[in-house]
Structures are given as C-alpha cells and as structure tokens.
C-alpha cells in the first residue's frame, strides 16, 4: 500500500497539479505518482517515446482527466530555492545560489542595493511583479543591501525595538485616560481599540501593501512598492525588515489618531488608540515570530502554516496576521485553510 499526500501534488513545467481524483479512481498510478514527487514531469509528459514512456503516459492520463492547477505559476517555478522540508514549525529556508538566480531571472542582483535596480531599470509591472512574489533567502551575513548610503541602517529594524518605544507610550496614554474615564470605559475602549486595529490590519495588508496590480506602471511606483512591501515578499526571511520602523509607524498612524479625534474627546480617543497601538505591537511581534520562532502547538502553529501559505503558495490570500477571522469574513482564507476539511491527510493506494 502506497500513502500519498492529500492532496495528490504534480509539478509540470511550473505549475502544480491536484491529481488526487485520478490516482483514487486508478489506484495503479499511485507508484507512477509517489516516484515523482517533488520534481517537474513536463519534460517527460511531452517527450514522444524517449525516457520513460510508461511513466510519460501514465502521467499525461492523470493531467488530461482530473486534474487543476493549486499553485500560482511564480512560487512553483522556484520552489527548490524556496522552502526546505516541512511546513509549520518545520518550516526551513534554503539559501537562494545568488548568481544561478541572477543568471536565470535577471531581476535583481542581491550583491548590489536593491532599490536603484528597480528606480533605474527598464522593467514593466508585469516582469516586477511576477519576481518580486517569487521568495528568495539571502544567504549572505546580514540583509541584502536595500539603499547601498547612509539611509541603510534606517531600513533595519530589530524585533524588540518595538515593544521597547511603543509598550511605554500605550501605558502612559491609557493611565492618562484612566485619569478622567472610569477605568472600566478606558479598558472598554482599550478592547475596542484592538477590535479596530484587527480590521485596520487586513485591509492595510490587502489594501494598501498588495495595491500590486492598481501600481501605475513606472519606475517610481515599482520602487514605492517595493520599498513599503515587495522587498519582505521578496526577501521574506530578512528578519531585520520584518516589522515597521517606528518612524514608519508615526507617518501610517498619525492620520488615524486625527481621524478618531474627529468623533471622540480627548481621553476616550486616546484610551481607544492606545488599545489599537498594543493591537499593532502584536501584529509586528506575531509577524516576526510566525518568520523566526518555533511556536506552541496549536493556534499558533495553525497561524504559521497560514502566514506561509501567503509568501509561499498564494499571496492573494491570507492576508490576517494574527488572525483569520477578516480573512474568513471577506473569503480570502488560505490553501491550507481551504483543505482543512479534507477527510484524511492521506489518500492511500493499494
């Protein structure tokens, strides 16, 4: 007996395919399947009595009768520089070879600044597009240069910088609340204030960081994109551009605070931010961890298969961080969440 994943995977000149239906309808392809896990048949389904031809048939039967495309074609032509065995908190990176990938893609050559090739070069949208979702690892000491100047260093920012500047401020902002509110109205507005931010957190994410097909088509949008998002897309290991620096932060959320001071006084507006600013720190240090950490089983690591599902196998969905509710309400949940209901985790053949 042959145990397969459920579901049944096939790769074929970069796409991947679900054949599951076709190797439970015809049990025999289970061995044809199982041999070529993991590797691209492409070149063996179109090859006319060379290699294999039991096997080049086989494989071609399954792709004609049942079978769909599960991957956007941009993860699945790099998937061998992409992740390493296992998912969740199995989850490992395979340094991307920095020279095979600039010889074969010709994007960007992370031994330079990034930014001045995407402001400088003659690229379309769509060639900036297709690249930037496919994730690749530095494996370089450190980040891959993003300004190659003096602004360099502001580009970096360790995880525990923000707890460090913004836990204070959210303290001192809600003790000052609870100077004139009841401090049960300050903590009704401090939750209230998470509820909003868990809202502001989707459509920031799809919104505003995956504008990516609304980018106008020039130099200076590409490299807007790339600075605010495209570059953790890219780079989505870089755990030193895994959060937001603070000053980043100030510019996003200043026209927020001024827009909640147009309906609320003084001391409700900032008991109510404050709790969205501890919503956002979560966010940050979720995002980091969800990258960086092995996570307690359960929720979290459920979280990470979810957020991995976003950079690594469709990064039009799953766009909650630290939580898939939103995702849930407006239908944009994951693969992983998708085939949950999946009666086994196997499909076995006899």
């Known amino acids: ?12 000149d970069g796409v991947e395919y679900d054949v599951t239906n076709g190797v439970l309808a015809r049990p025999e392809y289970a061995e044809v399947v199982h041999r070529y896990q993991a590797k691209d048949v492409g070149d063996l389904v179109k090859s006319n009595g060379s290699g294999n031809q039991k096997d080049s048939l086989t494989l071609r039967a399954l792709l004609e009768s049942d079978s769909k495309p599960v991957k956007n074609k941009e993860f699945s032509d790099l998937v061998d520089q992409n992740i390493g065995d296992g998912y969740g908190n199995d989850f490992v990176v395979k340094p991307t070879n920095l020279d095979k990938d600039y010889e074969k893609n010709r994007f960007l050559d992370l031994k330079k600044p990034m930014l001045p090739q995407i402001l400088f070069s003659n ?79 989707y459509f920031m994410h799809r919104c505003l ?18 600075l605010f998002h495209g570059v953790h897309h890219f ?8 959060v937001m620096p603070p000053a980043l932060f100030i510019i996003f959320a200043t026209p927020w605070y001024r827009l909640v001071r147009l309906f609320f006084p003084y001391h409700l507006a900032i008991a109510g931010f404050s709790g969205g600013v501890f919503g956002y720190v979560c966010y940050d240090l979720t995002h980091y961890f969800l990258h960086h950490k092995r996570l307690p089983q359960g929720y979290f690591t459920q979280l990470k298969t979810w957020h991995l599902d976003h950079h690594y196998k469709d990064y ?24 949950q209901a999946a009666p086994a985790d196997t499909v076995k053949a006899k």
């Open 1 to 12: 007996m042959i145990n397969l994943p459920n579901p049944c995977i096939i790769l074929s």
């Open 123 to 201: 690229m379309s949208k769509e060639v900036y597009l297709d690249q930037v979702h496919r994730p690749r690892h530095y494996n370089g000491s450190g980040s891959a240069p993003l300004f190659g100047n003096f602004l360099e260093p502001f580009s970096k920012t360790p995880w525990y910088v923000i707890p460090m500047i913004w836990i204070p401020c959210i303290t001192y902002f809600f003790m000052e609340s609870c100077t004139v509110l009841p401090f049960p109205v300050a903590l009704l507005m401090f939750f209230v204030g998470i509820g909003v931010w868990t809202i502001v957190e």
């Open 209 to 226: 960081f995956h504008l990516d097909e609304y980018t106008p088509d020039h130099p200076v949008f590409l490299t807007l994109h790339f």
């Open 235 to 242: 780079l989505p290991a870089d755990r030193y551009r895994l």
């Open 316 to 339: 039009k969905t799953a766009f909650g961080v630290t939580s898939a509710f939103w995702d849930r309400v407006f239908g944009t949940i994951g693969p992983s969440l998708s085939t």
